[in-house]
């Protein structure tokens, strides 16, 4: 095993006396005295005395707490074993099975069982171990026997925490399994350390030991072979490492290790009947302690346990019975027995008990793990409870209090993030002639429907409690499993909602009221008119799912020529979106410019570059670039005669021709010349007398 620095002391008080009763002993023995932790002060693992924590002698068993707020708010705090089955239904299967398990069984102290069933094993071993050591130990035949062994009834149990500690745990490839050797060796980090450990001090092997000058009987002229009361420890340590330095987190495959000893306290040379009375003293002090679940001796007046021990010890020093005699006829006896019976013994029941151990916490480690998958993500790893029990407490953290919100109400807004927008096929309308109007990003309705969310609240929800109703009126409860929408409501009323989330542990607390209001009836259609007039609307049409619409509208007859505003808008009369229109004259497909003027200053025929995305003309300033094709829409010109479109004058350079249709609309795809640099330019449509023209800026390509 390791060399652990609690285990290691060897001290001298007295010739013909060894006592080497382990440091950490000492300090178990003195917790019994006193309330406060007294560990730290006497040094810690790994050789760290600064950074060590300790809890007191854990009389009690080990167990697993569950600490979390119920569905009304009220604080609980479950043992895992004599938690109620509908909070064991909320748990993994792996902490539901630890439950069960031998380490968590309240009634007992689980590493005094593991005492109880050893002992007798582990006291044999070192029988035979110290017979052997013994057999002609001065080298002159002489031999031991009437050896026997006593057991001590209990354990003292304590649990260290070492904050950082140096890590010497192999460490393995996640990928290949293949263990790793780090650059350096080891220790390779520091980690946080949790130690658990057995000591059971005060076991009593008495045994007879001839000698060249006694005899096995006493007579007038040898006395009788010398009696020797040798006192042995046993400790085990299990050693588990958290993945992190700032709080206990073990993981699916924990990082364990054990320590273990077994070797001789003191030896006297003494007939051990006292020294057994006085180790019966004390057993029966304890068992009052544990049976009146009495934190420390201390804390009821009475100190009787101290004069015990103190007892004890003394015994160990008042060595040597029949005078003068044995101390002079065989003066190499005593160093020669003490030499015999020093460090450990060969016991395997020891190391037997540490892994038998190490595997009831490992399997407790994983299960505590797994509480992190249910909400519990908080492990605090304490000494606690009248009964000194070692505390492994799960915490589920408070929910937070969830916030509410119309999701309906959030998705219009971030449509609103691009304006609403309409535009038509062309510039020109005729009165009486139908046209397409195409509008983009207009809210949505939610008349008659709202959706209603919330964030925040316990953390992995299963369900959700929603109270609603009219402002002012009847609430209603309802419980669902995600965004809630409800059923019936009706339109222009206002509507209160507040939540609470829960999971299978808790349910957090309930969200402020939220206020929302439906709209009015017929904010779902999407109307058009011109100008001023929102009484004679000229086309309307539904609003699609992404704020989308086609309309198709009709310029009203006795419309006056020239250039109108067409206004688009899904609430009320104040508009939303609007364009620029230019009205021709009745039975007029256009006019012709004055002679020698270049373009016809009164011409209604007109020009306009298309979006060739939304099929609606692009709005001035156009931008367009050099040596690109784009597409073109002319109206009010003659049907069937081609008309040409040049750059910048009647007569400039030639981009394209293309033919009317019978109503005198034409489409098509026109390039763009090269030109050295871009600037400001303008498209101009010919057909004989008929000329239309459209101002644009060229733009180079980007390099």
């Known amino acids: 095993m390791r060399p652990n620095a609690a285990l290691m002391p060897r001290n001298s008080m007295q010739q013909g006396v060894r006592w080497i009763l382990p440091a950490l002993v000492l300090a178990l023995v003195a917790l019994l005295f006193s309330a406060r932790p007294a560990l730290a002060q006497s040094g810690g693992k790994n050789g760290d005395h600064s950074l060590v924590n300790s809890f007191q002698s854990i009389w009690g068993p080990v167990e697993v707490h569950l600490i979390f707020g119920d569905a009304n708010g009220k604080q609980q705090d479950y043992n895992l074993v004599d938690a109620p089955p509908d909070v064991l239904a909320m748990l993994t299967p792996q902490l539901r099975n630890e439950a069960k398990f031998p380490l968590l069984n309240p009634k007992i102290r689980y590493f005094d069982g593991q005492w109880l069933q050893n002992r007798d094993t582990i006291c044999k071993e070192v029988e035979a171990d110290v017979t052997h050591a013994l057999l002609g130990t001065t080298g002159n035949g002489e031999h031991i026997y009437d050896v026997s062994c006593r057991p001590f009834k209990y354990g003292f149990m304590t649990a260290y925490v070492v904050p950082s500690a140096a ?51 006493a007579n007038a002229f040898c006395n009788k072979d010398p009696d020797f009361t040798m006192a042995f420890s046993v400790s085990f340590n299990v050693l588990a490492n958290s993945t992190e330095l700032g709080s206990w987190k073990f993981g699916p495959r924990p990082q364990m290790a054990v320590e273990y000893y077994v070797g ?51 015994d160990l020093v008042k060595y040597g019975v029949g005078g003068l005699l044995e101390a002079v006829c065989d003066s190499n006896l005593f160093p020669a027995v003490d030499a015999a019976t020093s460090g450990e013994f060969n016991t395997t029941t020891i190391a037997k008990m540490a892994n038998q ?83 983009s990003n207009f809210a949505l309705a939610y008349t008659n429907a709202l959706s209603i969310s919330w964030d925040g609240g316990v953390a992995k929800a299963s369900k959700s409690n929603v109270q609603w109703g009219p402002k002012g009126g009847t609430m209603k409860d309802v419980t669902v499993t995600g965004t809630f929408n409800p059923t019936p409501i009706q339109p222009a009323t206002a ?39 929102t009484g004679q609307p000229i086309g309307t049409a539904a609003l699609g799912p992404r704020g989308g619409f086609v309309i198709k509208a009709t310029i009203p007859a006795g419309t006056a020529a020239g250039t109108h505003t067409l206004n688009a808008a899904n609430t009320g009369n104040t508009p939303e979106a609007s364009a620029q229109v230019t009205v021709a004259a009745a ?35 156009i931008n367009l670039m050099i040596s690109s094709t784009i597409r073109l829409r002319g109206d009010g010109f003659a049907p069937g005669t081609a008309v040409t479109v040049h750059l910048d004058t009647p007569t400039g350079p030639q981009l394209g021709t293309a033919t009317p249709a019978k109503n005198g609309i034409f489409l098509g795809n026109f390039t763009i010349p090269y030109f050295p640099t871009g600037g400001s330019h303008t498209l101009v449509a010919v057909q004989g007398t008929i000329q239309a023209s459209e101002a644009v800026t060229l733009m180079s390509q980007p390099k």
């Not at 293949?178 to 059971?200: D, H, N, R």
């Not at 029990?389 to 589920?396: C, G, I, P, S, W």
């Not at 256009?590 to 020698?596: H, Q, V």
């Not at 007109?606 to 609606?616: D, L, P, R, Y």
């Open 167 to 217: 890590s010497y745990f192999i460490q393995y490839d996640k990928a290949s399994g293949a263990q790793v050797i780090p650059i350096g060796g080891y220790p390779t980090t520091k980690v946080k350390q949790l130690q658990i450990e057995l000591s059971v001090p005060f076991n009593v092997v008495p045994f007879t030991q001839t000698s060249s000058c006694t005899c096995h009987s």
């Open 264 to 314: 001789k306290d003191a030896l006297a040379m003494k007939n051990a009947k006292g020294f057994e009375k006085n180790v019966a003293d004390l057993e029966s002090k304890l068992e009052q302690q544990f049976a009146s679940l009495v934190v420390s001796l201390a804390a009821t007046g009475d100190l009787s346990i101290v004069t015990v021990i103190y007892d004890i010890f003394y």
């Open 357 to 439: 151990a190490s595997a009831g916490f490992k399997t407790l480690l994983i299960a505590v793990d797994t509480a992190n998958n249910v909400g519990f993500t908080k492990l605090d790893i304490v000494e606690g409870g009248a009964n000194h029990a070692l505390q492994f407490r799960l915490t589920y953290p408070p929910p937070t209090k969830p916030k509410i919100y119309n999701a309906t109400v959030s998705a219009n807004k971030g449509i609103h993030l691009t304006p609403p927008s309409i535009g038509t096929g062309g510039q020109q309308l005729k009165p009486g002639v139908p046209f397409l109007v195409n509008g």
């Open 495 to 533: 509507y209160q909602f507040r939540v609470q989330t829960c999971d299978s542990i808790t349910c957090s607390a309930w969200s402020d009221w939220l206020e929302t209001k439906t709209e009015s009836a017929g904010a779902s259609t999407v109307k058009l008119w011109l100008d001023n007039k």
């Open 587 to 621: 039975g007029m497909p256009g006019t012709t410019g004055a002679p020698g003027s270049g373009i016809g200053a009164t011409s209604t025929a007109t020009i306009a570059v298309m979006n060739t995305t939304t099929h609606t003309a692009v709005k001035p300033p």
